[in-house]
């Protein structure tokens, strides 16, 4: 990750179709114990520390059918100095030990950042000299992280959907149509998918920064 007060950003959604995002519907018992399971699968699907996922939204309480909650969190991981994954799972959720329903949507976003801080990182020389560098070089190296990230999302599903049947309960998965190929290469064929068109936001992005277009920000 690049620190810098001022950056060129790229980014783009791991999975190309909009929104981009997987939705995963769970009806049967004991849903509060999907709580401890997605943190666990982010951390060791994706292999980061505790430090680099961060809880930004936390709400658990009562409701008629028993604990009702709304948790979010953000995963960061570099892949080299220049870019790294940003991920949100968002998990809703209501119900007690007996019976009680959870949704679980995974978002996520690669990023590549290049510092402008000084004269010559901001000369039209220079400019041209990195933007020849990404499209013969570094392209490439942004569809393989991409690649990574879509792998590892899918195997998170792969992973969940075993913990929902062991949960004995009822599972409905939403993906865009490009984790058909990678839900194959888990081995997650057999369930029905379909592709989700939900407008939902992603993570505030820099200015300039929209779906690959390249822009200036400042930090």
């Known amino acids: 990750m690049v620190f810098a007060r001022a950056k060129l950003a790229l980014e783009d959604n791991c999975f190309i179709e909009e929104p981009g995002a997987v939705t995963m519907r769970f009806v049967g018992p004991n849903v509060t114990k999907i709580y401890k399971k997605a943190y666990e699968l982010m951390k060791s699907v994706f292999r980061v520390p505790d430090s680099a996922i961060q809880e930004v939204e936390y709400n658990w309480g009562k409701g008629e059918k028993g604990d009702k ?7 960061h991981k570099d892949m080299d100095l220049f870019s790294y994954l940003y991920v949100r799972l968002r998990l809703w959720g209501e119900g007690n030990g007996g019976t009680g329903n959870a949704k679980l949507e995974i978002r996520s976003l690669l990023r590549s950042e290049y510092p402008q801080d000084t004269v010559w990182q901001r000369s039209l020389f220079y400019e041209m000299l990195r933007t020849l ?12 992280y991409a690649e990574e990230c879509r792998h590892s999302v899918v195997l998170v599903m792969k992973h969940m959907k075993e913990f929902f049947h062991e949960l004995k309960g009822e599972v409905e998965s939403e993906v865009p149509p490009a984790a058909k190929e990678e839900m194959k290469k888990v081995g997650t064929e057999g369930a029905e998918t379909r592709p989700v068109f939900r407008p939902e936001g992603g993570p505030p992005s820099p200015p300039g920064s929209h779906g690959g277009a390249e822009g200036p920000t400042q930090q």
């Open 133 to 144: 560098w990404h499209r013969i070089f570094y392209h490439k190296k942004r569809e393989e």
């Open 69 to 75: 909650f709304k948790v979010t969190w953000w995963l």
